[in-house]
Nanobody, 121 residues
Framework: QVQLVESGGGLVQAGGSLRLSCAASGRTFSRFPAGWFRQAPGKEREFVGR????????YYADSVKGRFTISRDNAKNTVYLQMNSLKPEDTAVYYC??????????????WGQGTQVTVSS
């Protein structure tokens, strides 16, 4: 079983940056692919990006490509989402997620509780 806890959300002006963290429990977490999703008010949950367990391979949604970066520190059991050049349309609750195998699939098995990101114009 893996538990995920996000942190780092908040209010930022357009053009600013935030870094979200996702702390995981479980000794095997370093093997699991992890990702980020977001959900804006009145909209469906949206895939943001993912990183493989080794940390070497990442994939991003077109809407965030070039602005967001996912990384992980397996020694700390933590995954990060660095968000730059933020836009008001990035406002959402951001969720960390992970799968329980060595491949990424959706929907993932494990979810965090979410952290609010608000970008003001």
């Amino acid at each position: 079983q893996v538990q995920l806890v996000e942190s780092g959300g908040g209010l930022v002006q357009a053009g600013g940056s935030l870094r979200l963290s996702c702390a995981a429990s479980g000794r095997t977490f370093s093997r699991f692919p992890a990702g980020w999703f977001r959900q804006a008010p009145g909209k469906e949950r949206e895939f943001v990006g993912r990183i493989m367990g080794s940390g070497g391979s990442t994939y991003y949604a077109d809407s965030v490509k070039g602005r967001f970066t996912i990384s992980r520190d397996n020694a700390k059991n933590t995954v990060y989402l660095q968000m730059n050049s933020l836009k008001p349309e990035d406002t959402a609750v951001y969720y960390c997620a992970a799968t329980s195998g060595t491949t990424w699939y959706s929907p993932p098995d494990y979810w965090g509780q979410g952290t609010q990101v608000t970008v003001s114009s």
